[in-house]
């Protein structure tokens, strides 16, 4: 396993101290340049941070799939393998 997979897992089994999971995965800190830490009026899409990890997964594979509509969601997904997705979904559902 490599070091991106066992942060990974680490993240997903909320095993880590807080100075580990206050760094982003990789990816996941480029979500901020649309969806706001605090969703307020300047935000130019709905708030990520926060959100339930399963949501942000199901939200991304329908991204990738063409299943939900987008502007540039659709091919940023396509970009990230499941295990990345899955890291940053954790990540930003853990952000407060």
Request: aromatic share 6%; hydrophobic share 50%.
């Amino acid at each position: 396993m490599n070091l991106k997979g066992a942060l990974f897992a680490l993240m997903c089994l909320g095993v880590g101290s807080a100075a580990a999971q206050s760094v982003p995965p990789p990816g996941a800190a480029a979500c901020s340049g649309c969806h706001a830490r605090a969703g307020g009026a300047g935000a130019a899409a709905l708030p990520v941070y926060g959100r339930g990890p399963a949501e942000i997964v199901a939200a991304m594979q329908a991204f990738r799939a063409g299943e939900r509509p987008a502007t540039v969601m659709d091919r940023i997904a396509k970009g990230f393998s499941d295990d990345e997705i899955r890291a940053m979904a954790a990540w930003l559902g853990g952000q407060r």
